[in-house]
């Protein structure tokens, strides 16, 4: 799919304030703004800030540093740290959030569980139990089937799959009474308009539970998104990049005087090219290229 044969309304960048961001959030933010611009879609900025234990303010800030830093663009959201907390942080659409979940208890489709995500794949009976939705400490689990999902991919492909075992019965609300990441992501992306997703290819289970999550609340609209899955970035040890597992961070680098061509070129010599990369824009078209 191209720019001459398709084009988008909106795609978003999405990072969580729950660390500082890596050269793996870098080659994803890269490529979402390249596929933005190629298909004429604007960029939301879109900062995932529920998870209320983790989210600090510092790493809020670190989002904006990094992207202005790195001289990635967006159309649209914040601009500062202070524009999102009175505006754009997730605790302003709570009221959206909350009548999601007031649909699937309406129709029936959640149930409480209080069991650990251990239990949960051994011994869970709480569906069977109907606990009060109302139990403390008990999480919500959306009631999940085995029906085929369609997804649509940016090359143009339909791509039938099944909700994978590990993800059947995912927790839609937390056991802090916050909504969990599906029901939060789906909803806004249903907000702004969003019709291209761009994530690593680690989060193909989230999209299928999404589509499952959308169908449950009767919003076909989900169903019409684009997604496009690409390759992560490895540590030496194989195992993918990750915040809290403490990968170098573009904080990091940048204190220790990186400049935006060295921490590209870093992300580069990662996927196998040994070339110096100057810009956000060669490094999404060097991601692109088969290896």
């Given at each position: 799919m191209?720019?001459?044969?398709?084009?988008?309304?909106?795609?978003?960048?999405?990072?969580?304030?729950?660390?500082?961001?890596?050269?793996?959030?870098?080659?994803?933010?890269?490529?979402?703004?390249?596929?933005?611009r190629?298909?004429?879609?604007?960029?939301?900025?879109r900062?995932?800030?529920?998870?209320?234990?983790?989210?600090?303010?510092?790493?809020?800030?670190?989002?904006f540093?990094?992207?202005?830093?790195?001289k990635?663009?967006?159309?649209?959201?914040?601009?500062?740290?202070?524009?999102?907390?009175?505006?754009?942080?997730?605790?302003h659409?709570?009221?959206?959030?909350?009548?999601?979940?007031?649909?699937?208890?309406?129709?029936?489709?959640?149930?409480?569980?209080?069991?650990?995500?251990?239990q949960i794949?051994?011994?869970?009976?709480?569906?069977?139990?109907?606990l009060?939705l109302?139990?403390?400490?008990?999480?919500w689990?959306?009631?999940?089937?085995?029906a085929?999902?369609?997804?649509?991919?940016?090359?143009g492909?339909?791509?039938?799959?099944?909700l994978?075992?590990?993800m059947?019965?995912?927790?839609?609300?937390?056991?802090?009474?916050?909504?969990?990441?599906?029901?939060?992501?789906?909803?806004d992306?249903l907000?702004?308009?969003v019709?291209l997703i761009?994530?690593?290819?680690?989060?193909?289970?989230?999209?299928?539970?999404?589509h499952v999550?959308?169908?449950?609340?009767g919003?076909?609209r989900?169903?019409?998104i684009?997604?496009?899955h690409?390759?992560?970035?490895?540590?030496?040890?194989?195992?993918?990049?990750?915040?809290?597992?403490?990968?170098t961070?573009?904080?990091y680098?940048?204190?220790?005087?990186?400049?935006?061509?060295?921490?590209?070129?870093?992300?580069?010599?990662?996927?196998g090219?040994?070339?110096r990369?100057?810009s956000?824009?060669?490094?999404?078209?060097?991601a692109?290229?088969?290896?």
């Open positions: 191209s720019a001459a044969t398709h084009r988008f309304n909106k795609t978003r960048l999405a990072p969580t304030p729950s660390g500082f961001l890596h050269l793996g959030n870098v080659l994803s933010f890269a490529i979402t703004a390249s596929l933005a190629e298909t004429g879609a604007k960029i939301l900025l900062i995932d800030d529920l998870d209320r234990a983790r989210a600090d303010k510092k790493y809020i800030q670190d989002i540093d990094t992207l202005n830093f790195l990635i663009p967006w159309d649209e959201g914040p601009l500062d740290t202070e524009e999102f907390e009175t505006t754009y942080s997730q605790l659409r709570m009221p959206l959030y909350q009548d999601a979940l007031q649909q699937l208890t309406d129709k029936e489709l959640v149930y409480a569980c209080t069991c650990s995500r251990k794949n051994h011994s869970c009976n709480c569906r069977a139990s109907k009060s109302d139990t403390p400490e008990a999480s689990r959306l009631i999940t089937g085995d085929a999902l369609n997804v649509k991919d940016y090359k492909e339909n791509i039938n799959a099944t994978p075992t590990e059947r019965d995912f927790i839609v609300r937390k056991k802090d009474g916050f909504p969990a990441y599906q029901l939060s992501s789906v909803v992306d907000f702004y308009g019709d761009v994530r690593g290819d680690d989060l193909r289970p989230s999209t299928l539970a999404q999550l959308a169908g449950a609340l919003e076909n989900f169903g019409a684009t997604f496009h690409h390759a992560l970035l490895k540590e030496l040890s194989g195992e993918k990049l990750s915040k809290s597992a403490g990968s961070s573009v904080r680098l940048r204190e220790q005087g990186s400049s935006p061509t060295d921490i590209y070129t870093t992300i580069a010599n990662m996927l090219v040994e070339q990369v100057g956000w824009q060669q490094l999404a078209k060097l692109a290229k088969p290896p």
